[in-house]
């Protein structure tokens, strides 16, 4: 089945440093991967789709300039937290759909997430 | 927007039983997942459900599209299956954007 490759798992960062994440798909062509950051006990946030070759779209109240991402090929998107200061610790997943839709595809597949605290 | 509502919140079991937990939409969808999160965050998809009933093991879903519910059965519960259960919906003629529930909480006792 589709596998979507998540880096790091967990970093642990210096306030105002930047970290970034990766996302991989590894056995399909993702033209969109979308992000979610997660805070304890709660659901998942979605913070912003991504298209490859295209600016991201950004939910709203979601700092663009804060979260950079790039969606460079059909099979990697980063995201880039800049300027990390506490509150931005949290829990970091991204997702993935092949395209085009057809007949075998079985929903969206999620990466392992990446835990981030921020010191 | 669409309104993704699961029930019940919270869910502890004894190992062995039963269970079913419930997700409610407020609008026509073109597809739902259901997805388990386990103690370490790993989002697992436990079925890809638009519409009718499949099973897989212990575990079974049904969607009644026209009455805008899921529902996802356990039975005979192990530890293995806690975690967090979450519903996902993309709305019709939407932007193929999932929208997700708060999730049920469950804890499986042994």
């Known amino acids: 089945g589709a596998v979507v490759s998540q880096h790091p798992s967990r970093v642990i960062c210096k306030s105002g440093t930047s970290v970034k994440i990766e996302c991989r798909s590894l056995d399909f062509q993702a033209t969109t991967m979308f992000w979610y950051r997660q805070f304890p006990k709660k659901s998942l946030m979605l913070m912003a789709t991504s298209n490859e070759g295209s600016k991201a779209t950004y939910e709203q109240g979601v700092e663009k300039d804060k979260f950079l991402i790039n969606h460079a090929s059909l099979t990697l998107s980063t995201l880039t937290v800049t300027s990390a200061h506490p509150e931005d610790s949290s829990f970091?997943?991204?997702?993935?759909?092949?395209?085009?839709?057809?007949?075998?595809?079985?929903g969206y597949t999620f990466g392992s997430g990446t835990r981030l605290t921020v010191v | 927007g669409i309104q993704?509502?699961?029930?019940?919140?919270?869910?502890?079991?004894?190992?062995?039983?039963?269970?079913?937990?419930?997700?409610?939409?407020?609008?026509?969808v073109n597809n739902l997942q259901w997805f388990h999160q386990n103690?370490?965050?790993?989002?697992?998809?436990?079925?890809?459900?638009?519409?009718?009933?499949?099973?897989?093991?212990?575990?079974?879903?049904?969607?009644?599209?026209?009455?805008?519910?899921?529902?996802?059965?356990?039975?005979?519960?192990q530890t293995t299956d806690s975690g967090v259960?979450?519903?996902a919906v993309e709305l019709s003629g939407?932007?193929?954007?999932?929208?997700?529930?708060?999730?049920?909480?469950?804890i499986v006792h042994p």
């Open chain 2, 39 to 77: 103690p370490w965050g790993q989002l697992i998809n436990l079925f890809y459900i638009p519409s009718g009933t499949k099973q897989n093991g212990r575990l079974s879903a049904t969607t009644v599209a026209t009455e805008r519910y899921s529902l996802l059965y356990i039975s005979s519960s």
């Open chain 1, 92 to 106: 970091y997943i991204c997702s993935a759909r092949d395209a085009p839709r057809t007949r075998k595809w079985s």
């Open chain 2, 4 to 28: 993704v509502e699961q029930s019940p919140p919270d869910l502890i079991l004894q190992e062995g039983a039963n269970s079913t937990l419930r997700c409610n939409f407020s609008d026509s």
């Open chain 2, 85 to 87: 259960y979450f519903c």
């Open chain 2, 94 to 106: 939407g932007s193929y954007i999932p929208t997700f529930g708060r999730g049920t909480s469950l």
